[in-house]
């Protein structure tokens, strides 16, 4: 078993159920705001349709982000492979397990926890051009590189 590919791949499901998600709530907004033009009228009609576009709007937003995320993974590839701290890479460290891709929150792989964190996040920013062996400051705790692969 691969675990960064297992983290890539996880990492993937979890932008396209987002994604997923989203867009279902981009269309029942949608369609809520075709049934109220057909249902009402008056100031009641325009104030729900306002609010339904608005939902729409912010939607949308979501989704352009999450396209986002989506295009951050296309950047780098689960064989990516290096001893310093970069984007794809699987960092182990005496306070926690990181995957540097998007910010995906917890994540299991190997039967391990592995934190996929964007590189821009604090401690993405900190793992960066780190090395196994390197120690990092983070919270007022020092944190021990074990492990990058």
Do not use: W
Request: hydrophobic fraction near 35%; include cysteine.
């Amino acid at each position: 078993m691969n675990i960064k590919s297992d983290l890539y791949q996880l990492c993937h499901e979890f932008v396209d159920d987002r994604i997923a998600t989203i867009k279902a709530a981009i269309d029942d907004a949608q369609a809520s705001a075709n049934n109220e033009t057909k249902s009402t009228a008056g100031d009641k009609h325009d104030t729900s349709r306002a609010m339904m576009q608005l939902e729409v709007e912010q939607k949308s937003k979501q989704l352009s982000e999450t396209l986002k995320l989506k295009e951050t993974l296309g950047k780098f590839s689960d064989q990516n492979t290096s001893a310093i701290v970069g984007l794809g890479s699987v960092v182990e460290t005496s306070a926690a397990n990181y995957y540097i891709s998007i910010s995906a929150g917890k994540l299991n792989a190997g039967g391990s926890d592995y934190f996929a964190v964007s590189g821009a996040s604090p401690i993405g920013q900190l793992l960066l051009g780190k090395k196994a062996g390197d120690i990092a400051q983070f919270n007022g705790k020092k944190i021990e590189i074990s492990a990058v692969y």
